[in-house]
């Protein structure tokens, strides 16, 4: 990345003559706050979700209703979940569904990402506009697309050279299809944002010595702006895998998991073994996996990507 | 970012709520039914029936020196955060359950009180209700539960217009059901409307069928824990025959994208786009809502037809029966909860649950109907329910709660074709049954 920018830098390169500022040397010697300064945050963090992952942890291990005492039962709820074909297809469905939401909202977040970075015409107002799915909750949004969607009074009814006979939720691909445009129409707008302040941040001179080069918008685009986008993209991808894998307000309201169990993914597989089949035991050992399984996905997408190393986009420029 | 904060929130809910509610195990027997403050704590279902219980409440604390507390759970999460308090100190006096299934854990966890003294020491506790409503709160031989809101008979709802305009005429049998399915699909509209994605609605088609064939012996058998009985030949003559109503095209193709709950199959019926609908009786109020005109003029309702050579009584109906108040064992005040129940077959309770359009099943309703809001309506629905030999209460809460959520998969499954008949058989085998 750093060598690239400085790669394609010769037009900035007379620019280094005189060195304004001597920044590197006193900035490590910018105390750090202590740890007292975390210690609330860690606190809040230990007491709300380290103390009860563990207490899921424990009753991952035990079978209770409710009602009775809790009983260990060693292995039994995980091995019953291993063989479980439900549980194995729900998480298939989970990847699926959190691939598709990365594929399809990364390019239009970025596009639109871009363009409300700009300066043109209404571009605020359209924004704006934009922006409301992002105010709204997963609730709502859930609600308001079962209504529209409706096979005799919806969007299907006047359309059915598109949607047939309109039975969206009647089977398992169009089911899919209907979460993961919703999704993409709910967190489209905030993954937008995160690209409009990153586009926001590129330094107009490497457009300037670009367009001295005689660079086009489009090559300007792709050798300038998503270069510099790099640490937003992944910033952005980590949320949308983590928000992908415990997606589950939009499964409860638009299909229930079904039909039958075609659109069950593993959170809400939790949620119908925990709190509609009162087996809490298998249902914290569902919890579990997926916290484990999401943790572990986003330590490789850390890895891979270097964002732990936190390299600048912008070293070197001015 | 909202998503992404949902899954430690839930794991978070649930865990404290198992800390606290193993905490509340352990230093178990110290029992005091909502603390010690002397007063009968009652919980009920939240929505617009309350005002009722709030009045019947404030009758009987002006005589009373034990004074009730109503205590109100919002709506759908009612069975669910029931369950996690009702084994703790929490837990209240009284409460609000659906009877059959849905107290039977309780039962088997020893936390309910049976009924039967009270009901030795005052006779009318049992005999003031319609029987085949009574005995739905009837487990293991004893009575656990007083009748506290209306009853909900599943019916046959139809459009008038539509049904003339196909010439059919509603039907008494389930041949005639299956020619008015055929003259209607002619028409070009769906024979019958159903809100597929709830679920529950199809789940009635199997209600009824169920019952119509085997009678009420086959269910009972099944939820008693005879898994055997789903296997018999009348099952498999019911799973067949609803194979073929759904297969004749009956319910259109896209019943699974429909809901209820949006009002989706409710506006096909009014919209005279559907010509029938099976649904309970809250259906009319439900259209009075949405569609008002077509409520007061257009919608037909009849009771679910006869099936030839079925072994179900024609005059058997299907749905929720009522809502039952039962009460903890470890209340202080039984004294004064019997006195409490008392006014579940008042006059003041009849006529304040007709007024707002519930149905009670008390032995007085009967003199009631007539000065009510929709009296032909009532009376065609009591009548219903008094002359039938058996109710069978909805399947989903016959069963235990917990079995609800496969049983519901299983009903889609079969419906649309997922499941044949034997995976369904073996779906409603595998669902526990205590």
Redesign the interface.
């Known amino acids: 990345m750093t060598t690239q920018i400085t790669s394609a830098r010769p037009a900035a390169g007379p620019r280094k003559g005189p060195r304004r500022r001597p920044a590197a040397p006193s900035a490590t010697t910018v105390g750090r706050p202590g740890f007292a300064w975390a210690l609330p945050a860690a606190v809040f963090f230990a007491l709300?979700?380290i103390?009860?992952?563990i207490?899921?942890a424990v009753?991952s291990f035990m079978t209770?209703?409710?009602?009775?005492?809790?009983q260990f039962v060693g292995m039994d709820n995980w091995s019953r979940l291993a063989d479980d074909p439900v549980m194995l297809k729900s998480i298939w469905l989970t990847l699926l569904l959190t691939v598709l939401g990365v594929v399809i909202q990364t390019p239009l977040s970025i596009v639109l990402g871009v363009w409300a970075a700009g300066h043109q015409r209404n571009r605020a107002v359209l924004s704006v506009i934009y922006f409301i799915p992002l105010l709204l909750?997963?609730t709502a949004v859930s609600?308001l697309w079962?209504?529209l969607?409706?096979?005799?009074?919806g969007i299907p009814a006047e359309a059915t050279w598109l949607f047939g006979?309109?039975?969206?939720?009647?089977e398992q691909a169009t089911a899919i299809g209907v979460l993961a445009f919703v999704s993409t129409w709910q967190?489209t707008p905030?993954h937008t944002l995160i690209y409009q302040g990153a586009a926001r941040a590129v330094p107009r001179v490497l457009y300037q010595a670009a367009e001295i080069d005689g660079a086009g918008r489009y090559r300007q685009f792709f050798h300038i702006t998503l270069p510099q986008l790099r640490n937003a993209m992944i910033t952005s991808m980590i949320?949308m895998i983590?928000?992908?894998l415990?997606?589950?307000?939009t499964v409860l309201i638009l299909t229930?998991?079904?039909?039958?169990?075609d659109t069950t993914i593993s959170?809400y597989y939790?949620?119908?073994k925990?709190?509609?089949?009162?087996?809490?035991g298998t249902?914290?050992a569902i919890?579990l996996a997926?916290?484990v399984a999401?943790t572990i996905i986003s330590l490789i997408v850390v890895r891979v990507s270097g964002y732990d190393k936190m390299r600048s986009s912008m070293e070197g420029v001015s | 970012?909202?998503?992404?904060a949902?899954?430690?929130r839930?794991?978070?809910t649930?865990?404290?709520l198992?800390?606290a509610?193993?905490l509340s195990?352990?230093g178990d027997g110290n029992g005091g039914a909502s603390g010690d403050d002397g007063k009968i704590h009652v919980l009920v279902y939240g929505d617009a029936t309350n005002k009722v219980e709030k009045k019947i409440v404030d009758t009987f604390n002006k005589t009373s020196d034990v004074k009730v507390v109503l205590d109100t759970i919002p709506g759908a999460d009612y069975q669910?955060k029931l369950?996690?308090i009702?084994?703790t100190p929490q837990a209240p006096d009284v409460f609000f359950n659906w009877g059959g299934g849905s107290i039977k854990?309780?039962v088997k966890?020893d936390?309910l009180l049976p009924l039967d003294d009270f009901i030795k020491k005052n006779p009318e506790l049992e005999n003031k209700f319609l029987p085949s409503v009574f005995n739905n709160a009837v487990v293991d031989g004893k009575p656990y539960g007083i009748p506290m809101r209306g009853t909900q008979p599943v019916l046959l709802f139809h459009n008038k217009k539509v049904l003339k305009d196909a010439g059919v005429q509603p039907p008494k049998t389930w041949d005639e059901l299956l020619d008015a399915v055929g003259k209607l699909k002619d028409k070009g509209v769906t024979p019958i409307a159903l809100g597929?994605?709830d679920?529950w609605p199809t789940q009635m088609w199997f209600q009824y069928l169920y019952d119509r064939i085997a009678g009420p012996g086959l269910f009972e058998k099944a939820v008693g824990g005879d898994k055997s009985a789903w296997e018999s030949a009348d099952s498999k003559k019911a799973l067949g025959m609803i194979r073929d109503l759904v297969d004749s095209g009956a319910f259109?193709?896209?019943?699974?994208?429909?809901?209820y709950t949006?009002g989706?199959s409710v506006?096909?019926v009014a919209?005279g786009?559907a010509g029938f609908e099976l649904m309970g009786s809250w259906y009319y109020s439900q259209q009075l809502t949405d569609h008002p005109e077509f409520a007061e003029t257009g919608l037909g309702y009849t009771a679910f037809p006869a099936v030839e050579g079925g072994k179900g009584d024609a005059a058997n109906v299907a749905g929720n029966t009522n809502n039952y108040y039962s009460v903890m064992k470890k209340t202080k005040h039984p004294e004064a909860v019997a006195e409490f129940l008392k006014l579940m077959y008042s006059d003041d309770f009849v006529k304040s649950q007709l007024d707002i359009g519930n149905l009670t099943t008390t032995t007085n309703t009967d003199g009631f109907i007539d000065g009510s809001a929709t009296p032909e309506y009532s009376r065609f629905q009591y009548d219903l329910v008094a002359d039938a030999p058996s109710f069978q209460l909805s399947w989903d809460q016959a069963y235990p709660?917990?079995?609800?959520?496969?049983m519901h998969?299983a009903i889609?499954?079969f419906f649309?074709g997922?499941?044949d008949a034997d995976g369904f058989i073996k779906a409603m085998q595998a669902l526990p049954t205590e």
């Open positions: 709300f979700a103390v009860p992952l207490m899921v009753l209770w209703d409710g009602l009775s005492s809790p909750s997963a609600v079962r209504a969607l409706d096979p005799n009074f006979d309109g039975n969206l939720f009647g967190f905030f949320l983590v928000g992908g415990t997606t589950f307000e229930q998991g079904g039909p039958g169990t959170a939790m949620y119908d925990a709190f509609r089949g009162f087996d809490y249902g914290s919890a997926l916290v999401s | 970012m909202k998503t992404r949902r899954l430690p839930l794991v978070a649930g865990a404290t198992a800390l509610l193993s195990a352990c669910q369950q996690t009702i084994n854990p309780f966890a936390l597929g994605g679920v259109g193709k896209n019943y699974d994208s429909v809901k949006n989706g506006q096909l919209a786009k709660q917990k079995a609800s959520s496969d998969k889609q499954q649309n997922q499941l």
